[in-house]
Structure formats: C-alpha cells, structure tokens
C-alpha cells in the first residue's frame, strides 16, 4: 500500500475529513448562535435606551408643567402684593402664550403615562384650572387692585376645599 499525504491508509484520511467536517459545522453553528446573540443584545440595549430617553423627557415635562404652575402661583402673588403691571403681564402670558401646563401635560401623554398618573395630572390640573378664574377678578383693571382681598382666596381652608372636590 502506498502512504498518501502522510495517512498510512484510506481509513485515516476518512476519518480526518468527518472531524475537519464537524469541526466546521460546529463553528459554523456557534458563528450564527454568536450573531443571533449579538442582535438581541443590540435590541435589549435599544429598548433600554428608549426607556431611558422616555423617562427623561417624561421628568423634563413634569418639571415643565410643575414650573408652568409655580410661574402662575408666583405672578399672582407678586400682583396680588405689590399690583405692578409686569406680574399681571408675566401671569397671563403664561397662560395664553407660554402654556407650559398644557404642552407639559400633552407631551407626557403622547410619551406614554399610565391611567392612574394620567389622573393625577389631570387632578392636579383641574385644580390649577378652578384657580385661574379665582384670580381673574381683582386683576381686571392692572394697579387697581386691593392688596390683601387677593391673598385671602388663598387661605388654606379654601385651598383644601378645592382640592377635596
């Protein structure tokens, strides 16, 4: 018998080529297990990322509504205290102009808030609602009105009795 290629017979050589075969489909197979792996990595971390940006924009239009809010809160009582035109002016540019409330409420619910966060939101904005009338009157005529009849609307008796509606 003649030695081909170093094997001593055919056997040998057959039994070399079904080991370089499973070797290669074997590596083959992890190849694909690895990429397959790696793609639901790259989505996870998507999601995760998407997570993320929603919770940050969800915590930038909460701050958006609360300061939208506070804005209100503080002209009036600026206005209510010292009657300058400029609190009476920043108040209701807040309100037809600005509307931080409302776009902070609308870009939440388009991110996606639950039904129970979405009433509380809109509790809190009824709230903020009811209390922009109550401010309207002594604000009609700017540096007319009377210093201390605004501050008593804002007692905390009548501030829980709105709220408990």
Avoid: C
């Amino acid at each position: 018998m003649e030695k081909r290629l170093g094997f001593s017979s055919d056997t040998e050589v057959r039994k070399q080529s079904v080991v370089s075969k499973r070797i290669s489909y074997t590596s083959i197979a992890l190849t694909v297990l690895v990429m397959i792996a790696f793609i639901i990595t790259l989505i996870v971390v998507g999601r995760a990322q998407q997570a993320n940006d929603d919770k940050y924009a969800l915590t930038q239009n909460a701050n958006r509504f609360l300061n939208g809010s506070k804005t209100l809160t503080n002209e009036v009582r600026a206005y209510a205290s010292t009657t300058e035109e400029e609190h009476y002016n920043n108040y209701w540019k807040e309100i037809n102009d600005d509307k931080n409330r409302d776009i902070g409420v609308a870009n939440m619910k388009e991110i996606g808030i639950s039904d129970e966060e979405e009433q509380t939101i809109e509790k809190m904005s009824a709230l903020s609602n009811q209390l922009v009338p109550w401010k309207k009157p002594p604000w009609r005529t700017p540096g007319t009105a009377t210093r201390l009849r605004p501050l008593n609307m804002y007692t905390e008796e009548n501030i829980q009795q709105r709220w408990q509606r």
